[in-house]
């Protein structure tokens, strides 16, 4: 909404652009997203300074900075203050000198903040470079095993074909067989536990995915804690005041509207406690136990974090989001730290996709993702919709490859959607897709009840 506003800005087009940023403001007031709210109070504050109209200038030019502030938003800060510098300089020489001041230390900040991501970006890429050089280290090494573990197998062919004609060195032999035995069972078991690592790896990845949709999520039950615990000192003290009139009426009040706040605190912050032991629970490794699940509950609560994570990484993404729920279904037996890996894996592709069909700026597109539920006769059914980049047919049978991935080189390990495969395949249950190119893509995820 903010680059709609700006783009309205850039045509001349004032009136429009007014209600955009004032409907933008409105969506980051929501999400409490001070970032966004700072640029779109610059945005009007630009705008009536350009009519003439100087007091909403001002206005808006010192919500900018304070909404800049709160998150040490320098670029908004610096803006917000060199509009109220400029604005003063005709009638205020302190006050524009002191919002100068402002400007000039956040662009410094900005500046000092700029250099430090370059060194960091140097890091990286040397970082990657000395990774790339361990990669090639380790795949030498591997062949250089490989051929050594070839050359032992002929070794022993050689070995059995002179036990054959010479039953002397039997003893000899049967010694190096169970070296080659030992080692080639040294390699299974290093096998399977790098494979057990690769999982635990996407499963932390997938967990890195939901942290800023978490923390979006765990911010609101916490400010209702703060906000109604600051409420409730107030009370405490009106009803101290009251008892020391002897006015017992008011103090009861007073006492009810406390054990009404506590109540809330209490709510919000078992809200706070339940994400996170959920991300707990995601986190670690599962015990294979299954338990009565609420599917509905665990569809939504991932919908909320995948959105705000896909949020959190991209300022600029929105999509409408919408649920079906079969309130029928009630509670299934089934292992919720798998299920729930399986569903954010769909989700996080269902809003990459959506997002990258945006990027298009295609006529008329909105970015939608919906999550279904419903009851069947042997079990039930999630399914995940997206109107997104769709599976082109040619690669459709491979998504659930390990390590087959669509996305450019770095943002997927190719891993997700093979581990959700497995996860529905070993309780019982199937994963389809249905797709159209460019249009739609459907997952259906099918459980026993």
Aim: charged share 25%.
């Amino acid at each position: 909404m903010t680059a709609a506003a700006e783009l309205e800005v850039d045509m001349g087009h004032n009136e429009k652009a007014t209600q955009y940023f004032r409907e933008s403001i409105s969506y980051s007031l929501t999400d409490y997203a001070p970032a966004n709210l700072s640029d779109n109070y610059n945005g009007l504050a630009k705008l009536f300074r350009k009519s003439g109209n100087n007091d909403s200038s001002i206005v808006y030019a010192r919500k900018a900075l304070a909404s800049a502030r709160q998150v040490s938003y320098l670029k908004g800060a610096m803006t917000a203050s060199t509009l109220l510098s400029e604005w003063y300089e005709e009638v205020d020489n302190a006050e524009s000198f002191r919002y100068y001041k402002i400007a000039m230390a956040a662009k410094d900040s900005l500046f000092n903040a700029e250099k430090v991501k370059q060194v960091q970006n140097l890091g990286f890429l040397e970082q990657q470079r000395l990774q790339a050089i361990e990669d090639a280290r380790t795949e030498f090494r591997n062949k250089i095993r490989l051929y050594g573990l070839l050359s032992l197998l002929a070794a022993i062919l050689v070995i059995a074909v002179l036990l054959f004609r010479n039953n002397r060195n039997k003893q000899k032999a049967n010694k190096v067989l169970n070296e080659q035995k030992a080692e080639l069972q040294k390699a299974l078991t290093d096998l399977r536990t790098t494979q057990a690592q690769l999982v635990q790896s996407e499963k932390m990845a997938s967990l890195g995915e939901l942290t800023a949709g978490i923390a979006h999520e765990i911010q609101n039950p916490l400010n209702f804690v703060n906000n109604f615990s600051d409420l409730n000192s107030e009370l405490v003290s009106e009803m101290k005041e009251e008892i020391a009139r002897g006015n017992l009426d008011q103090v009861k009040l007073i006492a009810e509207s406390i054990d009404e706040n506590e109540k809330k605190i209490s709510e919000h912050g078992k809200r706070a406690d339940t994400i996170v032991k959920g991300m707990l629970q995601h986190s670690r490794s599962s015990t294979g136990q299954k338990e009565p699940t609420d599917i509905n509950a665990l569809c939504d609560e991932y919908l909320r974090l995948a959105f705000h994570g896909m949020r959190a990484k991209d300022k600029t993404f929105n999509a409408d989001t919408k649920t079906d729920f079969d309130t029928t279904i009630g509670k299934i037996n089934t292992v919720p730290q798998e299920i729930g890996r399986v569903v954010l894996n769909i989700l996080n592709n269902a809003f990459y996709s959506v997002n990258e069909k945006k990027k298009k700026n295609e006529s008329g597109y909105e970015p939608r993702v919906e999550v279904i539920t419903r009851k069947e006769d042997h079990g039930i059914q999630i399914e995940v919709r997206d109107n997104g980049m769709g599976i082109p047919e040619k690669v459709k049978d491979k998504v659930f490859q390990p390590f087959f991935t669509t996305k450019p080189t770095g943002q997927g390990t190719g891993l997700g959607l093979s581990l959700s495969y497995d996860i529905v395949k070993a309780q019982g249950g199937d994963i389809r897709i249905e797709t159209r190119e460019n249009q739609y893509t459907h997952f259906l995820v099918s459980l026993p009840a």
